[in-house]
């Protein structure tokens, strides 16, 4: 899906203006100088051939969506991109037998890897959850899913957690209210 | 598809009782006697469990079967779809007594009349949160209501085997957390 377009420390040279400058064009189907969910959803690729998970896209563009227009624009699709593009890293280093897709084990060593830990048996839970192909494994736009919404329980978590020692107290409101939000 | 041959007794256990329920379950649960969300959902779309209303969704179906997941095995025996078939059916009677115009959708404050007279107690901006996840185009539609009313069990059953102290206060540990509320 291309090259890492630039370093997050220095300003763009030239020729990753014009290289960024083509790639969100070509995105922008309809020229409106904004790039919608669908615009976004047609550009990415799951390894398979069904559409990109239309709920992941929405996460991404939502966090990248300064102003809640709902689409980015030509300075925000830098970071969807670059974001996209290091998820491609991650995925391609814990896809082993480069399958294109993540198995239960590959799976385990990604978020294991992360710094999460979970039970053998959750990771079926995850699968069964997640998997939208029906394989038993996932796909990149299910994983990075998985991985949002694990990424959004923790950062939940952590805002009550506030003398950082991983352990929370909370009613029953506000349990429910965090969690709603969530999953 | 429905088992053609007039048994006598399904399953061939004699002296089983004719349970309506069982005719259902096992058409699709096949050998080993378990259902998973895509039969779970055939087997209610079979039974025209809906009546005039849409079908399930695939997500509310693997949200039912997450609720009596006791062994999380992503399946569901006979026992626990006989629980939830009892529980739909209170919902669904709930439902209609709402929906008196049968659109197959309730308005937000219908929703949280629901909510309350199910015997749950939230402040405005948590049945705010909850009714916001469920609605679309200010509408809830009796699958997602369904969907609501299945995750605000789960979570009541997670957060009370929290609450030692049956205080209405839950402790929860980091990893815990992740797992038990990621598997609702």
Known sequence: ?183 | MLATKPLLYPGGFPGQQQDPLYGYFTAVAGQDGQISAEELQACLTQANFSGGYRPFNIETCRLMISMLDRDMSCSMGFNEFKELWAVLSGWKQHFMSIDRDMSGTVDPQEMSQAVSSMGYRLSPQAMNCVIKRYSSNGKISFDDYVACCVKLRSLTDVFRKRDQAQQGVATFQYDDFIQCTMSI
């Open chain 1, 1 to 183: 899906m291309g090259p890492r377009l630039y370093n997050t420390n220095e300003p763009m040279n030239e020729y990753q203006m014009i290289n960024h400058f083509s790639v969100s064009s070509r995105v922008d189907k309809d020229r409106s100088g904004a790039i919608s969910d669908t615009e976004l959803q047609q550009a990415l690729s799951n390894g398979t051939w069904t559409p990109f998970n239309p709920v992941t896209v929405r996460s991404i563009i939502s966090m990248f969506d300064r102003e809640k227009k709902g689409g980015v624009n030509f300075n925000e699709f830098a970071g969807v991109w670059k974001y996209i593009t290091d998820w491609q890293n991650i995925f391609r280093t814990y896809d082993r037998d480069n399958s294109g897709f993540i198995d239960k084990n590959e799976l385990k060593q990604a978020l294991t890897g992360f710094g999460y830990r979970l039970s053998d048996q959750f990771y079926n839970t995850l699968i069964e959850k997640f998997d939208r192909q029906k394989r038993g494994q996932v796909a990149f736009d299910d994983f990075i899913q998985c991985c949002i919404v694990l990424q959004r329980l923790t950062d939940v978590f952590r805002r009550y957690d506030t003398d950082q020692d991983g352990w929370i107290q909370v009613s029953y409101e506000q349990y429910l209210s965090m969690v709603f939000n969530v999953v």
